[in-house]
């Protein structure tokens, strides 16, 4: 059966450029999250979606940072204007429904320069 | 705000080794506790526990929740190459949806 996907799975960028990450979640799962992971820190949570809306989005670093999901499937992660700190692997994950578990995507890893 | 520490921060094991990997945790209206094990990108979904399911088995693989100690840990015995990797806690809280992770505890086992 198919898992989360995501892609790109490497995304390299220049530093200013707007970047988008997209993230198909497993068929028939309501709840999608998005995290990143830095460089040898813990997985970072960044916003969550139930359907098609986003109850949850506290963990968006800053207003550069938006995410959509339509369909109460594909998400986008877009980011605006990244800057060298933005560099990190962005990791996707789905559940059948909130609080169950969650399984992730392979992940995109993004590098601004 | 919840919090997960994770220890030791690496490790190094002989195959055959059994280890032990622990987590203790710091969250308003606890729901449960998942391991995860990442090789490359990818966390691979390990176990869940919860108040209902404090002790999970799989194969060589096992998990136990403390509640009293706020604390879980991960063994695993008869370790293999395969095993290295960075295994991952995580815990969420029955008020959010969000998973709050540790850094990892990156695992190495050798010939």
């Known amino acids: 059966g198919a898992g989360v996907s995501q892609s790109p799975s490497n995304k390299v960028t220049e530093k200013g450029k707007d970047v988008e990450l997209r993230c198909d979640p497993i068929?028939?799962?309501?709840?999608l999250y998005w995290y990143r992971q830095s460089l040898g820190q813990g997985l970072e949570f960044l916003i969550y979606?139930?359907?098609?809306?986003?109850?949850?989005k506290s963990g968006l670093p800053s207003d550069r940072f938006s995410a959509e999901r339509t369909g109460g499937s594909v998400s986008t992660l877009t980011i605006q204007r990244t800057q060298q700190e933005d560099s990190a692997v962005y990791l996707c994950?789905?559940?059948?429904?909130?609080?169950?578990?969650?399984?992730f995507g392979p992940g995109t890893r993004l590098l601004v320069l | 705000e919840d919090k997960v520490v994770q220890s030791p921060l690496s490790l190094v094991v002989h195959e055959g080794d059994t280890v032990t990997l622990n987590c203790s945790y710091e969250?308003?209206?606890?729901?449960?506790l998942l391991w995860y094990k990442q090789e490359k990108k990818a966390p691979t979904f390990l176990f869940m526990l919860t108040s209902s399911g404090i002790e999970k088995k799989s194969g060589r693989l096992s998990s136990i929740l403390d509640k009293k100690e706020l604390s879980s840990i991960l063994n695993i015995t008869a370790t293999q190459t395969g095993d290295s990797a960075i295994y991952l806690c995580?815990?969420?809280?029955?008020?959010?949806?969000?998973?709050?992770f540790g850094t990892g505890t990156r695992l190495q086992v050798t010939l």
């Open positions: 994950a789905s559940s059948t429904q909130r609080g169950e578990t969650q399984y």
């Open positions: 068929s028939g799962h309501t709840a």
């Open positions: 979606f139930q359907g098609n809306s986003a109850p949850d």
């Open positions: 969250v308003t209206n606890f729901r449960s």
């Open positions: 995580a815990v969420q809280s029955g008020t959010a949806s969000k998973l709050t």
